[in-house]
């Protein structure tokens, strides 16, 4: 297992390392001459294989050069010594990460908490008020009203309040409606997030919940200043899209989303259309395939505003084809080849041909242009999160270019069907389904060239008997497509 500072390092950014070597030199924060050495030792170690009994003895050879090791090997003594400097590094390290967290934009207001605190201690009011006020002009142009916005407003409220008794303002000048109003919207929003995220573990594990203080909360939640809130009606939607899966409740959130989009802060609207794309999801597993087109407008949604970018220039590769399939389902093939253009850059540099010459052999597939899809695909190399899709789509792309029976095909079918049985890391549901595609897919293939004496409607009848199956669509339109031969 490795040391938690190495893993902790390994977690830095180029620049957030830069920064942490500066840090360390910097006698305020710091003042062990050694822990300098002993990070840029780590940082060497990296590549060689972790703290290895030998990398050990390179770390503690640097920082005691003059002391005597035996047999190459740190004695126990020596590894205390080696793990106790690891110790302040770690302390150093984490404190690093509240210092960097306290400087980013968005934590702003951990920052002026601790500053308020000072301030007041100090009874610097002047230099307060001043900086209060600023802050409070700072919050009055944020746009994006979330949770940390409230949280935010009720800091400064807060030390507001604590400044007017200190100075002995307070009996003639209170802030307390404001402060009980903020605390209120807090309060509810993060109330509300939490019961939505205890119904969705209700629904995804079968967990369960005492909900019932939300009862109580229900009845706050009906006075109209709360009721007229955007993000708590949206949350009020999205709870009751969760629990009842009612179209109205979907129709409503995604127009109150895109009326007020401006007040939500991006990770909260990449979680609400998150959940209308599970709303579709579901709907089209139920049988209602209508929402391919709905899916596919969210998708869009989704791109217009970009939200498909986890961070500036990074996109989960999972959504991609997502996406991209969605769209050749509603056969909107230019959008989907446009997308994989328009984001080629924001993929991982070392799988990022292998994701396009993917997504575009999807779209080559759905286009029926089969040899083109396998001169794709035939060009991708090892992308572990899309291994089953790419199996799956490489056996569907022989049977639909093979013209007679290939005995080569059917052993590939059978290697797929085997490694889907026997593999272990995919869920027992997901292990089924993949392995009854391959087998049904072996019958198929060996009734369309009339080998064996198994006919069309066997095969129907084996399909339709299955609980669970990968791409059943697919399978069933390949029937379709013998029987009215």
């Known amino acids: 297992m490795k040391h938690r500072l190495v893993v902790l390092l390994q977690s830095f950014s180029a620049d957030e390392l830069k920064n942490l070597k500066k840090f360390v030199k910097s006698d305020y924060f710091n003042t062990d001459q050694l822990i300098p050495i002993l990070l840029e030792g780590l940082l060497k170690v990296f590549s060689r294989g972790g ?265 989960p590769i999972n959504k991609l084809k997502n996406l991209i399939v969605v769209s050749c389902i509603v056969k909107e093939y230019d959008w989907a080849v446009s997308m994989i253009a328009k984001y080629k850059v924001s993929i991982k540099a070392t799988i990022r041909e292998d994701v396009c010459h993917f997504n575009l052999g999807l779209i080559s597939f759905y286009q029926k242009k089969y040899n083109e899809a396998h001169e794709h695909l035939i060009q991708v190399g090892k992308i572990t999160a899309y291994d089953i899709n790419y199996r799956i789509l490489l056996m569907k792309c022989y049977y639909e270019t093979d013209k007679d029976y290939n005995l080569q095909t059917e052993q590939f079918y059978k290697t797929q069907e085997r490694f889907f049985k026997d593999n272990k890391a995919l869920p027992p549901k997901n292990r089924k389904a993949n392995k009854n595609f391959a087998t049904m897919l072996i019958n198929l293939n060996r009734v369309r060239h009339r080998v064996g004496k198994t006919n069309i409607r066997q095969v129907r009848g084996k399909l339709d008997k299955l609980q669970v199956i990968s791409d059943k669509r697919w399978l069933i339109e390949k029937i379709q497509e013998m029987e009215g031969a």
Do not use: W
């Open 51 to 315: 703290l290895t009994d030998k990398n050990q003895v390179l770390l503690y050879s640097k920082l005691y050069p003059t002391d005597h090791i035996k047999k190459l090997q740190l004695a126990e003594q020596q590894k205390k010594v080696l793990y106790a400097k690891m110790s302040v590094l770690t302390k150093l390290a984490k404190f690093f990460l509240v210092i960097e967290s306290v400087k980013h934009p968005e934590k702003s207001a951990h920052h002026d908490v601790l500053l308020h605190e000072a301030l007041l201690a100090k009874r610097q009011f002047r230099l307060f008020d001043s900086t209060i006020k600023k802050s409070k002009q700072q919050l009055a142009q944020e746009t994006s009203k979330g949770i940390s916005y409230y949280f935010h407003d009720h800091q400064i409220a807060i030390k507001q309040l604590e400044y007017g008794h200190i100075n002995g303002t307070l009996i003639v000048n209170d802030n307390l409606v404001e402060l009980n109003e903020s605390l209120d919207i807090y309060y509810l929003l993060n109330k509300l997030k939490f019961h939505l995220t205890s119904i969705s573990l209700s629904v995804a594990t079968n967990k369960k919940y005492d909900l019932t203080m939300m009862d109580m909360v229900n009845g706050f939640l009906k006075l109209p200043k709360y009721a007229r809130h955007p993000l708590i009606k949206i949350y009020m939607l999205a709870i009751d899209l969760t629990q009842k899966r009612g179209e109205d409740s979907y129709l409503n959130m995604l127009n109150l989303l895109q009326e007020h989009d401006i007040l939500i802060p991006r990770d909260d609207l990449i979680d609400f259309y998150n959940l209308l794309v599970n709303y579709c999801v579901q709907s089209i597993t139920a049988g209602q395939l209508d929402y391919y087109k709905e899916l596919y407008k969210v998708y869009r949604i989704i791109e217009e505003k970009g939200l498909l970018l986890e961070t500036e220039d990074f996109i």
